[in-house]
């Protein structure tokens, strides 16, 4: 079907930038709108930022300013620029894409979701 992989993740002092990347492969006619979420030990999961397969973009008040959603629709690739990041900052950031594919010649579309990627920031 449809996998969505993220990597960039890693350990970085605070005020310090990282970027993560989510590539999706698979049968793809097209992917929609993608999302970053993060969720940090013993909290739920929670939004981060989005992107329309037009460029718009939405962000967290939590996030506003630091962090840049991008997305590069020849690559079927979405990232995110972290900058000034926060201890707070710190958790397991995964990818969100509503994707339509292939599926036994069929056009389908869900959600799809990667295994999340660690970002730890130390103060």
């Known amino acids: 079907q449809v996998q969505l992989v993220e990597s960039g993740g890693g350990l970085v002092q605070a005020g310090g930038s990282l970027r993560l990347s989510c590539a999706a492969s698979?049968?793809?006619?097209?992917?929609?709108?993608m999302d970053w979420y993060r969720q940090a030990p013993g909290k739920q999961r929670e939004f981060v930022a989005t992107i329309t397969s037009g460029g718009s973009t939405n962000y967290a008040d939590s996030v506003k300013g630091r962090f840049t959603i991008s997305r590069d629709n020849a690559k079927n690739t979405m990232y995110l620029q972290m900058n000034g990041l926060k201890p707070e900052d710190t958790a397991v950031y995964y990818c969100?894409?509503?994707?339509?594919?292939?599926?036994?010649?069929?056009?389908?579309?869900?959600?799809?979701w990667g295994q999340g990627t660690q970002v730890t920031v130390s103060s």
């Open positions: 969100g894409a509503d994707v339509e594919y292939n599926r036994g010649g069929y056009r389908n579309q869900r959600t799809f």
């Open positions: 698979g049968y793809i006619f097209k992917i929609n709108t």
